[in-house]
Every structure is written in C-alpha cells, then in structure tokens.
C-alpha cells in the first residue's frame, strides 16, 4: 500500500508564511512528478506547482513569486513552501504524486489534504 501524507497547514495572518511538506510511504520503487493542488469552499480543484524527479518545476500565475516547491528524493517527500500569503490562498491543499511499487504503479495518487487559512 502506497500513500502520500500531507502535514503543515494552519492558520496565519495575511503576509505570512507555511510550509507544507508530503511524504510517500509504503512499498515504494520511484515517486515519478509531485505537486500541489488546491481546492477552495465551492470552487474546483486547481493546480498550485508540480515538480518533476529532475527538478523542473511549474507554477499557477498565482502563486509565482511567492511560493516555491522542492523535494528530497532519498525521502520521498515534496514541500511547498509559502510566502507572502493572501487571504485568497485560503483552501484545502492536496499533494499529487505519481509512484511506482515494485508491482503496482499508482498514476495521480492523492493525500488526504490539509488545511491552510490565510485570516487576521
């Protein structure tokens, strides 16, 4: 069983800062792209960053500037880390991640999201 586990949501003032971080576990061979989506009180689910094994990274018009997403390979984990937070930002975030187990692949594995409120 594969699962992705996301951790660092909260509340924080506008202008402030989080950083969330979402660890693969289980059986694991390679974690193939990793990213972020959030999902707002009725809106859709949006794309907030991607990043690829190598590195490269993508980013909503939105968030460019302010937020930057990394990973650690040998852990298996992606961070989001986020700067500069407006109240618009508020949303669940959830972490995406294509993995690969010695005899199971997993295409678009979801977390089970966290909650990020950006409020004074």
């Known amino acids: 069983q594969v699962q992705l586990v996301e951790s660092g949501g909260g509340l924080v003032e506008p202008g402030g800062s989080l950083r969330l971080s979402c660890v693969a576990s289980?059986?694991?061979?390679?974690?193939?792209?990793m990213g972020w989506y959030r999902q707002a009180p009725g809106k859709q689910r949006e794309l907030v960053a991607t990043?690829?094994?190598?590195?490269?990274?993508n980013y909503a018009d939105s968030v460019k500037g302010r937020f930057t997403i990394s990973r650690d390979n040998a852990k298996n984990t992606v961070y989001l880390q986020m700067n500069s937070l407006k109240p618009e930002d508020t949303a669940v975030y959830y972490c995406?991640?294509?993995?690969?187990?010695?005899?199971?692949?997993?295409?678009?594995?979801w977390g089970q999201g966290t909650q990020v409120t950006v409020s004074s």
């Open positions: 995406n991640a294509d993995v690969s187990s010695p005899y199971t692949y997993y295409p678009n594995l």
């Open positions: 289980g059986n694991i061979n390679i974690v193939y792209t």
């Open positions: 990043i690829t094994r190598g590195g490269s990274t």
